[in-house]
């Protein structure tokens, strides 16, 4: 029993970051429309930075740097490269993120090397946690406290501040919101900004529990297509919900059948999708019927 209550636990510390992604993800496609395919390997750039920062200013502080830095580097290739594209076809945002993705993953080679860096658990999350009968991970105990504030916080910045209401107003009605006069190019950068925060720092999070290495990016990429197509593409708490299923899912499935924890995330997938294509929690949305 305690064994499967451990196993329930790291999945849903597995979930959580995937809603992270996976809500950095919905954000931007449900406010700009582009299936960002850079997202991957802004979620390893985070982890990189973190590797590289966190021994001259420690854990704590990386965690807001590294993910604050990731974010303008996204703010600017929005601005700069995804803006020029919006009008066109929507295929156009797909290559031009997956020319992004292979751009900044062969930088990571380039500055850090093909072979990955080392990055312990920190000093002061190390040891376990007793709780009656179990133990459990101090940093990963820290892992479901920070990302719980962090989604709670973005929760209430979209429904209870004037520009959150701004930004879900404009990825339902964007004509209606230009015609009151607001700017929406400057929303979308921020918007661009906040879902990049959120991949960079599942990145720093999940760097001393998978490792550092190039590729890292990928492997967090697809689960989170896969967490957004099953919620809902665009939908907060389809994101939310899902993440953690699916986070469950494949958590009890490494410990009752581990060969088949990569895939059962797709089979799920396929099943969701088959059963209602638009996803768990996905609505009708004018802007893209």
Excluded: C
């Amino acid at each position: 029993m305690s064994q499967l209550i451990v196993q329930l636990l790291n999945g849903f510390v597995l979930g959580t970051l995937y809603v992270l992604m996976a809500l950095g993800l919905s954000i931007i496609f449900g406010m700009i429309g582009v299936v960002n395919f850079a997202h991957g390997v802004l979620f390893a750039l985070g982890a990189y930075l973190a590797a590289a920062l966190s021994p001259a200013i420690g854990f704590g502080p990386t965690l807001i740097v590294s993910p604050l830095a990731v974010a303008l580097l996204g703010m600017a290739i929005e601005a700069a490269l995804l803006r020029r594209v919006y009008a066109g076809d929507p295929s156009l945002g797909l290559l031009l993120t997956f020319g992004i993705a292979l751009i900044v993953e062969q930088g990571i080679r380039f500055v850090w090397g093909p072979a990955g860096l080392p990055f312990n658990i920190p000093g002061v999350f190390s040891g376990l946690l007793q709780v009656g009968g179990i133990q459990y991970s101090t940093y990963r105990s820290f892992i479901l406290v920070f990302t719980g504030t962090l989604l709670a916080a973005t929760w209430l910045f979209l429904e209870k501040t004037p520009y959150g209401r701004i930004i879900r107003a404009g990825s339902r009605d964007p004509e209606m919101v230009q015609m009151m006069g607001i700017d929406l190019s400057n929303i979308f950068t921020v918007v661009f900004g906040i879902g990049t925060v959120m991949a960079a720092a599942a990145g720093v999070l999940a760097a001393p529990l998978w490792g550092v290495h190039p590729a890292m990016g990928t492997s967090a990429l697809l689960p989170s297509f896969a967490v957004v197509t099953i919620g809902g593409l665009g939908s907060f708490w389809g994101a939310v919900i899902t993440g953690i299923l699916v986070g469950e899912v494949v958590g009890l499935t490494v410990m009752l059948w581990p060969i088949a924890s990569d895939l059962i995330i797709y089979v799920l997938m396929a099943f969701v999708l088959l059963v209602r294509p638009r996803g768990l929690l996905g609505e009708v949305w004018e802007r893209f019927d």
